[in-house]
């Protein structure tokens, strides 16, 4: 479905300003935009039009059929981000939308048409809604991205079309329809060609010999092809499979957080019936929330394995709504599944017991990540490097690990490492080199035991030049206690003053 | 006439003195020093020894800390972890303590993991009496068992079925370097308990098992006897 919305500017001007209430409507204004040569009409109102000016034309030429033209200077930033999000709205006809600048969108209604009840009242249920927003539109469904945006704009109001009966229809709109540059379309014109039915009259040869470009938006031969669809359309990648979706109205807007729960409770039995007649589970649902005033909220969420468990959707989700803002209501609430993974029937557990045994670990996790955060829930898992803290990495919980070398341990290591080795201060080291007292955390250490040095030189094809080799020591304190520090450096290898001394790990 | 090895009960019974190898325990609590790993590794222990009895394949272990026991006591460190988890490890850091209970509450729902360890610095208000009761209600439904970790902390009121004390001590020196830290020592004072009696051993982890020795100081061995639990 194409919607063209030829009149944005202007209608947009007309809300922000209030402009119907106000009267503002009713005196000529025009919305202007700076250009090279001096001032130019952007876009202007029913009054501006009637006393003779016209989009494109210079606001001087304008002043002069009517002085007392009032001219306001457009806002084309703001009309891109109001046409963004008017195309997140309108994905409430089909799943996926685009914004086909500088005044357009294009919904992909393919297999969603049955939900408002057909093509037809689709279009009128689309066009009365962007009425209800204050917006004028044209609307055409056709089979191809580029016919239906062929008739929005040029072709009759609220144009259907399959794909046989389409050419004759085409045939008759001009070539301006075919979205070409200005240039093309100039040289069309002096060709004589003005039709795009006279387009097809002339021989594929002759037009690939004329028209040598490789940009769609001057090679008129490559925009035919994608009219009919015999070329891929880049704007829209084609869908080969359907996004499982479903959707519910609400007669009522609600407000409340119980009701809610209840229609996505619904939703997602629905999407369960849905998943599992193609043998699908979700890997992201998204939840879209269409407010009374036009705003639409969204929620997405990841699960870790394919799911489709009902219980398990509204249990993610329930985490999620805490801050939703109903504003007045909402009326539309959508679940939709844009990744989803083969997960086959399975047969529930014989066992009782295996029941009342819990979740899974891949249920757990999502109730984890979803609540923590993604980077809150990870794994550890070995890396190529001596450097001990840069051998371990984190990943997330369920991925497999990679294949990595074996490490020979002849080191023990500790048992937890501190993010930032921490500085120590050394109040007496032995002659032999490593501390005999040292205060960490403003406690005294007395070292009776020290098993070390185990050296550790700076990895050169990471690290900078300059970097100071380790030589770490595994010490048992008068108490007990056993750590893992290290000195970074020493005396006289060219690479900075007196060495320091570090606590990096905790041993058990 | 009692057996030094057996006090009496509060049913009369004669109730064995704990030892390694018993397991049984859902809900551990363990405090002990932020500024050692002795808590964390006397978790880990533990958790090897309850496992050793079972012979079910490898499950994963969740290891849960809130923000400020990771910056007391680190990370958990992979090549340092006793080599049998190493690669069944899931780190969860929550910011705070909620998250962290409810971590730790997802963890012993979920009949994949073979224990859930977690870490919580200090007293927070959210640890209450309620919320360990929760926490040992669900780790004995599902039977996954939990040892909780608390790092500098003071013995408020919990409901865990085992309350240790731990801190390390000097190791056993080794036998081919004697001038090296030995093997992993604590001493671990069991202070409350259901179904056994208090008291305190040294305990030792060689990386096979667990095994416990009495106190050498004297005096702390003759009040680790034989006390019943009612009178701790």
Not at chain 1, 289 to 299: L, N, S
């Amino acid at each position: 479905m194409a919607i063209w919305l030829p009149r944005l500017a202007i209608d947009r001007w007309r809300q922000v300003e209030n402009a119907e209430d106000t009267g503002a409507d009713a005196h000529p204004t025009v919305l202007i935009t700076e250009t090279a040569r001096g001032i130019r009409i952007e876009a202007l109102n029913h009054a501006a039009l009637e006393a003779g000016a016209r989009p494109g034309m210079m606001l001087a030429d304008a002043r002069a059929l009517c002085p007392s033209l009032r001219a306001v200077p457009g806002d084309p930033e703001g009309d891109a981000a109001f046409l963004a999000r008017l195309a997140l709205w309108a994905q409430r006809w089909g799943p996926w939308s685009a914004v086909d600048a500088p005044d357009g969108l294009l919904v992909d209604v393919t297999g969603a048409t049955h939900l408002f009840g057909g093509e037809t009242r689709l279009l009128a249920d689309a066009q009365a809604l962007f009425a209800q927003r204050g917006l004028e539109t044209r609307l055409a469904i056709a089979t191809t991205c580029g016919a239906a945006w062929a008739l929005a704009h040029y072709g009759p109001e609220r144009a259907i079309f399959h794909h046989d009966a389409m050419t004759s229809v085409l045939a008759d709109l001009p070539v301006a329809a075919l979205r070409l540059g200005n240039d093309v379309l100039v040289v069309l014109r002096r060709l004589g060609l003005k039709r795009i039915g006279q387009l097809w009259g002339v021989s594929r040869d002759a037009l690939q010999r004329r028209f040598r470009e490789r940009s769609v938006t001057a090679n008129p031969l490559l925009r035919l092809d994608q009219l009919l669809g015999r070329l891929p359309e880049p704007l829209l990648p084609v869908i080969e499979r359907q996004m499982p979706l479903v959707q519910r109205g609400l007669l009522e807007p609600i407000c409340h957080r119980e009701l809610l729960d209840r229609v996505i409770a619904d939703l997602a039995s629905d999407m369960e019936r849905e998943l599992e007649s193609g043998g699908q589970g979700a890997r992201r649902l998204e939840l879209g929330m269409w407010r009374v005033d036009g705003e639409v909220v969204v929620r997405r969420l990841e699960t870790t394995a394919p799911t489709r468990d009902p219980a398990h959707i509204c249990r993610l989700f329930a985490d999620r709504l805490d801050d939703v803002d109903a504003g007045f209501g909402i009326e539309l609430v959508q679940l939709r599944a844009p990744w989803t993974e083969p997960l086959s029937l399975a047969q529930g557990d014989i066992e009782v017991e295996a029941e009342a045994q819990g979740t899974t670990l891949a249920q757990c996790i999502d109730r984890l990540t979803v609540r923590l955060g993604e980077k809150a829930v990870r794994r550890p898992v070995p890396f190529a490097s001596h450097t001990p803290e840069r051998a371990q990495r984190w990943q997330p919980p369920l991925e497999p690990e990679e294949i990595s070398q074996g490490l020979l341990a002849f080191h023990d290591r500790p048992l937890k490492l501190l993010d930032k080795p921490e500085k120590i201060a050394v109040l007496y080291a032995s002659p032999d080199g490593y501390p005999r007292q040292f205060r960490w955390r403003d406690r005294l250490h007395e070292v009776v035991r020290v098993e070390g040095p185990e050296r550790i030189a700076p990895e050169w094809w990471r690290e900078k030049r300059g970097t100071r080799l380790r030589d770490y020591y595994r010490i048992e304190d008068g108490e007990g206690r056993r750590y893992w520090i290290y000195r970074q450096g020493i005396i006289g290898d060219g690479r900075g003053g007196m060495p320091d001394w570090f606590l990096q790990g905790l041993c058990p | 006439m009692r057996l030094p090895a057996l006090s009496i009960g509060e049913a009369g019974l004669p109730v064995a003195r704990w030892r390694p190898g018993l397991g049984g325990v859902r809900h551990a609590e363990i405090f002990a020093p932020g500024r050692e790993a002795c808590g964390a590794a006397l978790a880990l222990s533990l958790a090897l020894d309850g496992m050793r009895g079972e012979g079910n394949k490898p499950r994963d272990v969740l290891w849960v800390q809130d923000r400020v026991s990771m910056r007391l006591g680190g990370r958990p460190y992979r090549p340092g972890l006793p080599k049998p988890l190493q690669s069944r490890l899931i780190h969860v850091l929550a910011e705070t303590c909620e998250d962290a209970l409810f971590a730790l509450e997802e963890g012993v729902r979920c009949r994949d993991l073979c224990c859930v360890i977690g870490e919580l610095a200090g007293n927070p208000r959210a640890l209450d009496f309620t919320a360990s009761r929760r926490l040992s209600l669900a780790a004995e439904k599902h039977g996954v068992p939990l040892y909780l970790v608390r790092l500098d902390a003071e013995r408020d009121l919990s409901s865990a079925r085992m309350r240790w004390e731990v801190c390390s001590a000097p190791s056993p020196r080794p036998r081919w370097n004697a001038d090296a830290p030995g093997m992993p020592t604590w001493r671990a004072e069991l202070f409350r308990a259901r179904g056994y009696p208090p008291g305190t051993w040294i305990l030792h982890d060689d990386g096979t098992r667990l095994a416990a020795a009495a106190p050498d100081h004297g005096d702390l061995a003759a009040a680790a006897g034989n006390r019943s639990l009612a009178a701790g």
